[in-house]
């Protein structure tokens, strides 16, 4: 295969040397294994590094579409959890507007009850007041009574 491909080139150069038209010194043979060189690193190591390069472009894309899964996962998860916020936050405002009106009602009934005792006891200690002032006058009437 090698052959085939640069037997043409291959036959040129002996031919050169064969009529000394390229003289083979030492810079002459570097320069040709430096040619050699560059032919295998470009048809041996490009076909490696073009595999190499496929096989990063395969990783990057799976890590991008995982990253991407995953930032679409937390964006749904914090969604939701946004929702359940909102849906508690609604359910504490109207808790706490019940527990309002709870406490104002029970607050009337305290006072309501506060003042009927007050007023009864009022009204109990205003009667033993005048029952105890009679009984007094009474007493003072009958003192005088008996003192005539």
């Known amino acids: 295969m090698f052959f085939e491909k640069y037997s043409h080139h ?15 010194n030492e810079e002459i043979l570097v320069l040709f294994s430096f040619i050699v ?3 295998l690193v ?8 073009v595999v190499e390069l ?5 990783k ?7 990253l991407k899964q995953l930032q679409n996962k937390s964006l749904l998860l914090s969604k939701k959890y946004n929702e359940k916020q909102a849906r508690f936050s609604l ?4 808790s706490l507007i019940l527990i309002k009106k709870e406490t104002l009602l029970i607050t009337n009934i305290f006072q309501r009850t506060l003042n009927n005792k007050m007023i009864s006891s009022g009204v109990s200690i ?7 002032s009679k009984s007094k006058s009474k007493l003072k009437g009958q003192s ?3 003192l005539l």
Do not use: A, G, H, P
């Open 42 to 49: 470009v048809t041996n190591i490009s076909q490696f590094i």
């Open 60 to 66: 990057m894309k799976e890590s991008y579409n995982f």
């Open 54 to 58: 496929k096989i990063r472009t395969k």
């Open 37 to 39: 060189f560059c032919r």
């Open 144 to 146: 005088r009574s008996s």
């Open 10 to 24: 291959l036959l040129l150069l002996l031919i050169l040397i064969s009529k000394e038209c390229l003289i083979l």
């Open 91 to 94: 359910f504490l405002i109207k």
């Open 126 to 132: 205003l009667d033993d007041s005048l029952s105890k």
